[in-house]
């Protein structure tokens, strides 16, 4: 059977989040908790809801030239000339 409750600091294992973020996120609203005897828990829905809630970004093509660059203590090229 899967673990349906999880300890804050399990759920933002979960997540790759500290604890601490995981409880900002309760906080704010934006990931569901509830109390059982006292105790915060994370449903396992709620974890799952959080994640497919997260906005998608499109992250292109790495610049070679850019990472050489700063490895070598170069700046890195302006993105906006």
Do not use: C, N
């Not at 409880?23 to 569901?32: A, F, T, V, Y």
């Not at 499109?58 to 070598?72: K, S």
């Amino acid at each position: 059977m899967e673990q349906l409750l999880y300890s804050v600091r399990d759920a933002g294992r979960q997540l790759g989040l500290g604890e601490t973020k995981t409880r900002e996120l309760i906080r704010q609203g934006r990931l569901r908790a509830v109390v059982v005897d006292g105790t915060t828990r994370v449903p396992r829905e709620a974890i799952l809801g959080f994640v497919s809630a997260l906005p998608t970004t499109h992250v292109g093509p790495l610049d070679e030239t850019a990472i050489i660059g700063a490895a070598v203590g170069r700046p890195l090229p302006d993105e906006h000339t």
